[in-house]
């Protein structure tokens, strides 16, 4: 889609006359105004293909969708990602700020490459790791997701 130039009756401008917001018409979906229509945007438009650590989501958030905790052990998560349906489409990790470093390690190949082993997450699935303290997470773990606060 190629943008043509608006003219300068529809522009909005200030009084310095610099344009700030140019009218295209709708680019995308509204911006959210409360921390509820946030984590609904989270759960049904947000479009990057990285994992999405949350600041600020509460466990409460996401009760409705598949959820695993941080402290699960390696080989039950293996198992869990095994048995996960093709429709699902989210995978909620909780408590990742509050497990420790070597926890927290166990995570690197799945948000890196997508699998465990040979255990491989569906293409469809988005990772969404809420927090309440996003200092609480391993640097490398920060490194392969999309950051995102709501509050």
Same mark, same amino acid.
């Given at each position: 889609?190629?943008?043509?130039?608006?003219?300068?009756n529809?522009?909005?401008?200030?009084k310095n006359?610099?344009?700030?917001?140019p009218?295209?018409?709708?680019l995308?979906?509204?911006? *959210?105004?409360?921390? !509820?229509? $946030?984590i609904h #945007?989270?759960?049904?438009?947000?479009?990057? &293909?990285?994992? %999405? +650590?949350?600041?600020?989501?509460?466990?409460s958030?996401?009760?409705?969708?598949?959820?695993?905790? *941080?402290?699960?052990s !390696?080989? $039950?998560?293996? #198992?869990?990602?095994?048995?996960?349906s093709? &429709?699902?489409t %989210? +995978?909620?990790?909780?408590g990742?700020?509050k497990?420790?470093?070597?926890?927290?390690?166990?995570?690197?190949?799945?948000?890196?490459?997508?699998?465990?082993?040979?255990?491989?997450?569906?293409?469809?699935?988005?990772? %969404?790791?809420?927090?309440?303290?996003?200092?609480?997470?391993?640097?490398?773990?920060?490194?392969?997701?999309?950051?995102l606060?709501?509050?």
């Open positions: 889609m190629a943008f043509t130039k608006v003219p300068e529809k522009q909005k401008r200030r006359g610099l344009v700030i917001e009218d295209f018409g709708w995308g979906p509204k911006p *959210a105004a409360t921390k !509820a229509e $946030k #945007q989270i759960k049904t438009e947000f479009i990057d &293909e990285r994992p %999405l +650590l949350i600041e600020g989501a509460a466990v958030d996401f009760r409705e969708c598949p959820c695993i905790l *941080a402290s699960i !390696a080989q $039950k998560l293996i #198992q869990y990602i095994g048995t996960m093709r &429709e699902e %989210l +995978l909620v990790v909780l990742m700020d497990v420790s470093s070597e926890e927290q390690e166990k995570f690197i190949p799945l948000l890196k490459e997508r699998q465990i082993l040979s255990t491989k997450l569906s293409d469809k699935v988005k990772v %969404l790791i809420p927090v309440k303290n996003i200092n609480s997470v391993l640097p490398a773990i920060q490194s392969l997701t999309f950051q606060k709501v509050s």
